[in-house]
């Protein structure tokens, strides 16, 4: 298309493929350089879709507002509103934050100037002065010269926002309405944060979520108050997840994403539980401080997340949970979870055995470093996962040097403060429950005993058979089960947890006394 020229591209323009339409009128827009503007407004009717799109972005680039503003009032296609309201909204959030202000500004800016050219008349009073004067007053006529312009653009800006304000309230097509949501960011005029205040409100629930992030993305105490109070109004909150992570986060990594989590759990706080489950069952991965939130008050949602394998929940809120007798399920997860905090010796040792096996360094370091992270999490040791994340831009060889590194370290210290000083507690309220459940199952097993009947003697009949009383007593109307229906009764089920809960305790027994004391490297 550069190889061109003007007549050729022209040609495109009018008669060509609705493609090439748009990359003619790209590339003579190029080439007009600071008559872009006046060129494109030529270009208005231009027939096809597409080539009206680009037109726009062409508008937009050149500060053309009052086109942009009837292209979006005028054009038939709705594709076409939408990309000229939103590169006009795009294009007025850089001003005053509204109208009034910007008249403001205006006459405090036009009384300023007038005060300073007193100032300098009063000063010019001898022939020096008056030369002086002169100047002063021609470069006032040029300031003001300057001055005018900049007004006259300030008040056709004040125009493009009324006439985007009175479109904008009008305005009943959701897609041209989530247009103009996606240009409101932090410094939009006021006018198009009422409006997205105002979408919230909308009957389509595309619109509300577009509003949503759109004040999110803002950020003004008031948008944030009212996007809260959306968010709890709603029969299902996590509908809005992805919406409000992206609001809140931006566009960035997962730090972004976590913040955008973070927001989003303490807009919910409050919330009732089952709303907050809803949005919990929604978040992949969450981090735990949003989940501590999502939570809180609930020993069932608590549960809940027990069992789930993307949540790292730190040991030591598993040990305050056993200690306030919650089942057997986070036990279970807390044995776990000290088994690995307790590997460091282990895997320190296996990583030194690395070193020495060069040429298996790669086929080795996906596996050390998976189990690093583990024993990093279960340990709760502070800053370790953004150490492994440097560690893993490292060659391999250096990977490992640095893995060993900080594993000699991480080894070396205690368990982290909150789980070090839960430790001797757990294993007193442990070692407590083993022998209550200990004694518990001796009298289970005692009553279950005393059910048995003893059997008679045998008698037999004449015949070498067994006689009617030795049927009866091998199970017969009196026979070994109370419960009448020949299956386990209560008693049985009671021994049977006992037994499984009793033998929880002890494996976290030995976990604990692994943890504690593990000798130095």
Known sequence: MGALDDAALRELLAQGRPEQRVWAIWALAQRAGEAAGAFARGQAQQPDPGVRRTLAVILASHGELDLLIELARRDPVPAVRASALQLGARLLAGGPATLEQGERG????????????????????????ERDGQSERGERDERDERDGHCEQGERDRRGALRELRAMLEAEREPELVIAILGAVGAGAPELLIDLAVRALGAPSREVQLEAAEALLRVGTPHGLEEARRWLLGLPDPSIACAHWIRGAGGLGGLEARAAGIDSLARALGGAPAEARARVLRQLAAPPWDAVARLIEGSDALFREVVYRKDVSIPAHVLAGAILRGQDIGVIRRLTVQLALAGQGLALLADVRRALVEVEAVQALLADLSGRALRF???????????????????????????????????????????LHGVLPELRVYCERRVEELQAAAAAAWQRAQRRVPALPAYEGDADGGLADDDAAAAGGEEGFDEDGEGGLDEDDFELAEQFELRHAFQTLLGAISVLMSSPRP
């Open 376 to 418: 990093v999490r279960a340990r709760e040791i502070a800053g370790g996962e953004e150490v492994l994340a440097e560690l893993a831009h490292l060659h391999p060889v250096e990977q490992l040097v640095g893995l060993e590194n900080a594993l000699a370290r991480w080894v070396d210290d205690p368990a982290a403060s909150a």
């Open 106 to 129: 205006e006459r405090g800016e036009r009384g300023e100037r007038d005060g300073q050219s007193e100032r300098g008349e009063r000063d010019g009073h001898s022939e020096q002065g």
